[in-house]
């Protein structure tokens, strides 16, 4: 069983770019949710998908945006980066009916 | 915004001692998780408790979980420099499998 995996695991951007993170869920799970973990903090929910669909939202600005494949991967992008956004970014994958979430070993975006 | 909050932020201990932390959270939840995580690295799930279980055991773990305080407790016993990480608590408030996590607890196990 292939557990989940994220790329790219470093990142450096600058003010103003774009950025697309990818994360492969674990096999038999068709539920992704990303979390945004700024250093000596919890990780704070950005959104999750459920068959492709955009399945609740965290308090994050419309510059975040995600898509999730049909085969379950996903995809987090985030646009007009600021320096906030340096952080680690960690892609989490459950079953339809489960509660343990099973987390990748994040990206750490650094943004200049 | 965070739902829990882990107290104490930092604990240091020496190997063989037991570890306690403890997560208050506000609202009402469908169950609570708990979560190691080794330098900055993914999240690894240790335990999930219901709302409506009060404690429960997983190797050298225990939870409690007391709903009329809202509040948990995660104890590992005869620590081990392995156990050395940062502990999270995540409420399921919604039961959409949308996590709310705390601040966490650092825990430093001294050889």
């Known amino acids: 069983e292939t557990g989940v995996t994220q790329s790219p695991t470093h990142l450096i951007k600058t003010r103003g770019q774009q950025v697309t993170l990818r994360c492969s869920s674990q096999s038999g799970h068709n539920t992704v949710s990303w979390y945004q973990q700024a250093l000596g903090q919890g990780p704070q929910f950005i959104f999750q998908y459920y068959r492709e669909e955009e399945n609740g939202r965290g308090n994050f600005p419309p510059r975040f945006s995600g898509l999730q494949f049909p085969n379950y991967s996903s995809e987090l992008n985030v646009n007009a980066l600021e320096l906030d956004d340096s952080a680690l970014y960690l892609c989490a994958s459950s079953e339809t009916s489960g509660e343990e979430q099973f987390f990748g070993p994040g990206t750490r975006l650094t943004v200049l | 915004s965070q739902q829990g909050e882990e107290d104490p932020q930092a604990l240091s201990i020496q190997e063989g001692e037991n570890a306690t932390m403890n997560c208050s959270y506000k609202?009402?939840?469908?169950?609570l998780q708990w979560y190691r995580q080794n330098s900055g690295r993914g999240l690894v799930h240790l335990i999930l408790?219901?709302?409506?279980?009060r404690e429960k055991h997983s190797g050298r773990l225990r939870v409690t979980l007391d709903t009329s305080k809202k509040s948990s407790s995660l104890l590992i016993t005869a620590s081990r420099a392995a156990d050395t990480a940062s502990y999270f608590c995540a409420t399921d408030w919604s039961n959409d499998y949308k996590l709310s996590f705390g601040a966490g607890t650092t825990v430093t196990v001294r050889a």
């Open positions: 609202t009402s939840i469908n169950n």
């Open positions: 408790i219901r709302s409506n279980e």
